[in-house]
């Protein structure tokens, strides 16, 4: 079986998506499935050099739309070639402009690939709720009556990456009639076995945190990622409590205003921005740390959480994060709610457990992640679900 898929961009910056592409793929060659990738990245992106499957590379785009002119053209040459095409995330060119090539061909009479959307959680009714949003609310609505429920209706499926985020995209939109809804889950390839030189490459990023204790958010710096109430909380407890470990806060997007809020805000000796950590140091960020944290407003899945877990750290979210019923069934963290209140009450209670209580949490969050989230079990569902 051959899978086109089509995604807006790959550069790691961009988030889970991509990362979750990278992880399923080698997994699904084992499994008979060979996959070419479409993003409208530049050619001679340094990140599409690095893969060891096909990327096509179509950019660069025009406007916040980000519409692509050679999209057409090369899915008008290449379409056909394969059995099934997956859409990765809405609202952007790739969306549309893929389904209406597809159905261009449809048209003509000529069998085309089953086609699937995974809206990787853009469905979600956060991002029509939240206050900061109201204007691009607005936005997704218009874009939803134009072009995007054609997309969600019209495809042969849309693919969800857990069952909380099928249920909530039931909430968002109407008219929403999908022809079929398909919980395939989602997985990471098994991290590296821990050796001592992740540990020194994260020290070279961040070497104020030698030998000393912390706790880690790892993600993208953004509002919706709850880290100024993180922030703030622990700001708070470090009053209360001297002897904490410290804050570590990585990912991208400290150049931003709100990344730079952050800095400000967070100006203290244990307080520590190293900025996006990838590689080696990202590996020794989540073996060298006592717990992970993710205060989310809303969170498709959180590939870094399942990270975490399978590094045999606890992992404290927030109940927006949608594997957090996994989570807490297994034991293998704290869940709370995402305001200042629900992540400083469970700081306070982090920092009272035994050590004893916070290994036994973390190899709990190991076994979730062996149980669930391993990259063998998501590629066999996934393949399982578009055959």
């Known amino acids: 079986m051959k899978v086109l898929r089509i995604i807006h961009s790959m550069n790691p910056k961009s988030g889970g998506p991509c990362q979750g592409i990278r992880n399923s793929i080698p997994a699904q060659v084992a499994l008979g499935v060979q996959s070419e990738v479409v993003c409208f990245d530049v050619p001679d992106a340094d990140f599409l050099k690095k893969e060891s499957f ?23 040459a290449n379409l056909l070639r394969f059995d099934v095409v997956i859409i990765h995330g809405l609202w952007q060119y790739n969306s549309y402009g893929a389904f209406r090539v597809w159905k261009w061909f449809k048209k003509q009479k000529i069998k085309v690939p089953k086609l699937y959307v995974m809206p990787h959680g853009m469905l979600d009714p956060y991002f029509q709720r939240a206050p900061s949003r109201k204007l691009k609310a607005v936005r997704n609505w218009l874009f939803w009556k134009l072009v995007e429920r054609k997309v969600i209706n019209g495809a042969d499926g849309l693919l969800f990456t857990c069952e909380q985020e099928l249920l909530l995209a039931r909430e968002t939109f109407w008219p929403y ?14 991290p590296p076995i821990f050796e001592k030189r992740y540990q020194q490459e994260f020290i070279s990023k961040c070497p104020e945190i030698f030998n000393r204790p912390y706790w880690l958010f790892l993600s993208r710096i953004h509002q919706k990622k709850g880290v100024d109430l993180l922030l703030s909380a ?9 002897d904490i470990p410290d804050l570590v806060i990585a990912g991208p997007g400290l150049n931003t205003s709100y990344g730079q809020s952050l800095q400000i805000m967070g100006k203290s000796k244990s307080i520590h921005f190293p900025g996006m950590l990838e590689g080696a140091a990202k590996w020794g960020a989540f073996y060298g740390c006592k717990a ?26 927030s109940n927006q994060v ?26 306070e209670n982090i920092i009272k457990q035994t050590k004893e209580d916070q ?17 063998e079990k998501a590629a066999l569902k996934m393949v399982e679900s578009i055959r």
């Open 292 to 317: 992970f944290m993710l205060p989310s407003h809303q969170e498709n899945f959180g590939i870094a959480v399942v990270e975490a877990m399978a590094c045999a750290k606890p992992v404290l979210i």
């Open 234 to 242: 622990y700001l708070k407890l470090k009053e209360k409590y001297a």
């Open 54 to 76: 096909k990327i096509h590379g179509i950019g660069p785009t025009i406007g916040p739309y980000s519409y692509c002119p050679r999209l057409n053209q090369w899915l008008r």
């Open 177 to 190: 009639h999908p022809k079929v809804e398909l919980n395939i889950g989602y997985g990471i390839q098994l």
């Open 322 to 347: 949608n594997i957090w019923r996994e989570v807490e069934k297994g034991e293998g963290g704290v869940i709370f709610e995402d305001n200042e209140t629900g992540v400083y009450t469970m700081l």
């Open 359 to 375: 290994i036994s949490m973390g190899e709990n969050a190991a076994k979730v992640f062996q149980s669930n989230y391993t990259i």
